[in-house]
């Protein structure tokens, strides 16, 4: 194969990645729990173009910026090793999701880019090598490959570092998207940033490791009102040791905080919501399935609603001989 293309889609972390061991290999501090959405799809198509010198990256239409393009080339670099090809490709992607607001674009794209480029280079990957190399590209992409909840195990190397499906409760995510440009520090960065400067760092990585615990067990037990209570705080924690870094970098907006508000006055008023939160300031409500439209209801004067079921993991959708080969 020479063309494929790709649908993936964002994942929410129930419980974050925030931090890694090894940032050649992505290895992670801790494990993550996250649902796949069954919304804003990001579709990507890479086309292997021999007589190219260097890879081109279109995003949204146009050419991506360099900072970008050499992150989809690092990735491909992977890809043609594992293909034993030197052959450049053209990538195209579109996100539905916005990119870099703290929507989950990069899972979203380096899951979909995996599954694409995998297919054109001619490798034949199963589930949990397509997430072992996903996660190359961005650590949350792991997570995307998988249907509906799926565990990235941490592992201690490479083979061990992947996604897997995990049993859940039905539940919805209710998308609240407040009105945000582009988040000015990556959440690669940022990650970085807060494991070399925050004095809590440490306890963060000691406490996910036993909320991940906590929220497998809740999970198995289906019990959605700890796995809510487990959500909401791990967010909050993830976010507070964002804000310690020095300097700090502060992802939840005004606007964030007032969903956060609404969502314990809802709890308070009797309706099981809990909220989380990503690099950046858009919310996502978890609820049981017969309460998301009572809480994108009452969400609704706050942002953009939209609600999310879990979704398919990444999917091949096309893949044939380009033209480009005769060439
Ligand atoms: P987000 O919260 O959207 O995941 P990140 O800071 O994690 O934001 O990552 C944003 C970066 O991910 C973009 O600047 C780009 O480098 C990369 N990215 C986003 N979408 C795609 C895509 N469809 N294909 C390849 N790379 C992408
Ligand atoms: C807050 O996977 O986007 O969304 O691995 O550096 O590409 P890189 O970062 P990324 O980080 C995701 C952080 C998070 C939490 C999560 O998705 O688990
Ligand atoms: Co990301």
Redesign the pocket.
Known sequence: MTIATAHARP?I?LI???G?RDEVL?LPQTG?L?MTLDILPTTTTVELTPAHEVDTFILGGTTASQVETERVTRFLDLVRELAGSTTRATVRSRNEAPTAA?M?S??AGFAALAAAASAAYGLELDSRALSRLARRG????ARSVIDGFAVWHAGVDDETSFAEAVEAPPMRLVSVAVNAPRKKV???DA?RHTALTSPFHSAWVDSTARDLEEMQAACRAQDFTRIGELTESNALR?HAVTQSAQPAIRYLLPESIAVFNAVQELRDGGLEAYATA??GPHVFVLSQPEDASAVSDALASLGEVRIAGPGLGVRIEGQGTSTQESG
Do not use: I, Q
Not at 138 to 141: F, H, Q, V
């Open positions: 994942n972390a974050k990645y925030w890694k992505m993550s996250s703290g989950a990069s899972a961005s650590g949350s992409a990556s959440s690669r990650m993830m990503d690099a």
